[in-house]
């Protein structure tokens, strides 16, 4: 199975603040890797996938990036409703796997 | 508009079986891939299975031999027969469409969840 590892676990940023958090593949995966936001007793909401493609209806502030084992999601100016936690996914093969989580916190 | 309504979950016993279903609108069931990804208390996402258009499954190894996923395509629902239930698989169950564009995967739409709770 192919491991997912994000950095940080959690984050404290003030609204303004760029964020940028990473995922980091036990294997190389191109660019298959989504990025899902979750708030805290609903569902996760997809972000960008394909590394890079934004999902329609998400706000232009979020971005992300890289390619292989390293890759990226960056936030360019946190607003309030950014608090959450972030997961990365890969489906460059099953089973798909997800990492661990990066919760972004009010400083 | 998209809807993914879970149903199903409670608490069972060690041991016993539950049948999660998901039902569907604003799309086909049958012609999409579709997923079950699970969440422990506190926790991160897990994967546990995948139906493809074509009627294959796979499964996540935790749940392989013990979880069945399958669908009714008249009711345009998703289900997940879960036997053999252990406290590790206490878990909010979420349905997502696992979209497919080209060689490219990722879950879109998500139901609300299911809590399912295996405590004696």
């Known amino acids: 199975d192919i491991q997912m590892t994000q950095s940080p676990s959690s984050l404290s940023a003030s609204v303004g603040d760029r964020v940028t958090i990473t995922c980091r593949a036990s294997?190389?995966?191109?660019?298959?890797l989504n990025w899902y936001q979750q708030k805290p007793g609903k569902a996760p909401k997809l972000l960008i996938y394909?590394?890079?493609s934004l999902q329609s209806g998400v706000p232009s502030r979020f971005s992300g990036s890289g390619s292989g084992t390293d890759f990226t999601l960056t936030i360019s100016s946190l607003q309030p409703e950014d608090f959450a936690t972030y997961y990365c996914?890969?489906?460059?093969?099953?089973?798909?796997?997800f990492g661990q989580g990066t919760k972004v916190e009010i400083k | 508009e998209v809807q993914l309504v879970e149903s199903g979950g409670g608490l069972v016993q060690p041991g016993g079986s539950l049948r999660l279903s998901c039902a569907v609108s604003?799309?086909?069931?049958?012609?999409?891939?579709m997923s079950w990804v699970r969440q422990a208390p506190g926790k991160g996402l897990e994967w546990v299975s995948v139906?493809?258009?074509?009627?294959?499954?796979h499964y996540a190894d935790s749940v392989k031999g013990r979880f069945t996923i399958s669908r009714d395509n008249s009711k345009n629902t998703l289900f997940l027969q879960m036997n053999s239930l252990r406290a590790e698989d206490t878990a909010v169950y979420y349905c997502?469409?696992?979209?497919?564009?080209?060689?490219?995967?990722?879950?879109?739409?998500w139901g609300q969840g299911t809590l399912v709770t295996v405590s004696s």
């Open positions: 997502a469409r696992d979209r497919a564009v080209t060689t490219w995967n990722y879950f879109d739409y």
């Open positions: 604003g799309f086909t069931v049958s012609s999409n891939y």
């Open positions: 139906i493809y258009s074509g009627g294959s499954t």
């Open positions: 294997q190389s995966i191109s660019n298959y």
């Open positions: 394909a590394a890079s």
């Open positions: 996914q890969q489906s460059y093969n099953t089973p798909r796997t």
